[in-house]
């Protein structure tokens, strides 16, 4: 965690919150107690943040400082509400084309797939608050910077981000192993949001139950997977193919 992006003790924390600082995630020790820890948690809770329980070693891993458990992360960006995303993408005339994130975990992962959502023009990135990797200094690296050129929305559920898609007349493609429907039987030339889930357990099935569509990529090797920053590439670059 950056320096510049990290605020420890409890009520630097709260102070934070409550001035509307962009907070990423908090991390708390795990046996923490008392009336102002109390007071931090109903706080994040109230403002959906995201936070984990930890050992107070990776808090003072952290910072060497006094940080009476618990060490928050600010993100170096603004994130932007859906609504105001679709909207502006909509009312530009451009042919919508979204990256959906299901609590995907890695930062590096983060990063290098912001960095590919850039290149190959996609309008915002959608990922949840809870649960979902921190736009952190890693994240800021890995991206090569564009992160402070693609749009990043937070929301309170996945599920409700696609219905709001779906309503505006956005399909949505999650990319999993579980379809018998391969990439390029898919159009993507229309307006869409591609779902890509986490690295351990891949979209959520509750998520998977309510898309428009999903699609696998083709495997020929023994292993059975790809990095989900590769396969979002894939996905994303056979967007740009078939626009192009």
Same mark, same amino acid.
């Not at 708390?28 to 107690?33: E, L, N, T, V, W």
């Not at 779902?195 to 292993?223: C, H, Q, W, Y």
């Given at each position: ?11 630097a924390?709260? /102070?934070?919150?409550h =001035?509307?600082?962009?907070? $990423? ?10 009336d102002l ?5 109903k =706080? ?6 995201? &936070? ?10 952290l ?7 618990a ?7 603004? &994130?932007?509400?859906l609504?105001?995303?679709?909207e502006?993408?909509i ?5 919508p &084309?979204?990256? +959906?994130?299901?609590?995907l975990s $890695?930062?590096?992962?983060?990063? =290098? +797939?912001?960095?590919?959502a /850039? ?7 959608i990922?949840? #608050? ?5 736009v ?7 991206s ?6 693609v ?6 559920h +996945?599920? $409700? ?20 429907s391969?990439i390029y $039987?898919v159009?993507?030339n229309q307006?869409?949001a591609?779902?890509?889930?986490s ?8 998520v ?5 569509? #999903?699609a696998?990529?083709?495997?020929f ?6 990095n989900?920053?590769?396969a979002c590439?894939? &996905? ?8 192009s």
């Amino acid at each position: 965690m950056e320096k510049e992006h990290q605020i420890f003790g409890i009520r630097a924390i709260i /102070e934070a919150i409550h =001035a509307g600082k962009e907070i $990423d995630k908090v991390f708390i020790q795990k046996d923490a107690q008392g009336d102002l820890m109390q007071e931090l948690m109903k =706080a994040m809770k109230k403002n959906n943040i995201n &936070f984990s329980y930890v050992p107070v070693e990776k808090l003072n891993r952290l910072t060497h400082n006094n940080h009476q458990g618990a060490v928050a992360s600010i993100a170096p960006i603004s &994130f932007v509400s859906l609504e105001t995303l679709v909207e502006s993408v909509i009312e530009s005339g451009k042919k919508p &084309f979204f990256l +959906i994130l299901d609590q995907l975990s $890695d930062a590096r992962n983060f990063g =290098a +797939i912001i960095r590919t959502a /850039e290149c190959t023009g996609v309008d915002g990135i959608i990922v949840q #608050k809870q649960g979902s990797a921190p736009v952190n200094g890693d994240t800021v690296k890995t991206s090569a910077g564009a992160v402070f050129n693609v749009p990043i929305c937070k929301v309170d559920h +996945i599920k $409700d981000a696609i219905f709001y898609l779906q309503g505006s007349g956005i399909k949505t493609v999650a990319a999993t192993e579980k379809t018998e429907s391969g990439i390029y $039987d898919v159009d993507f030339n229309q307006p869409v949001a591609i779902i890509m889930g986490s690295e351990d357990r891949g979209v959520n099935p509750s998520v998977l139950k309510i898309v428009d569509e #999903k699609a696998k990529l083709p495997m020929f090797g023994t292993i059975g997977s790809l990095n989900v920053s590769v396969a979002c590439g894939a &996905f994303l670059y056979e967007t740009v193919r078939q626009r192009s």
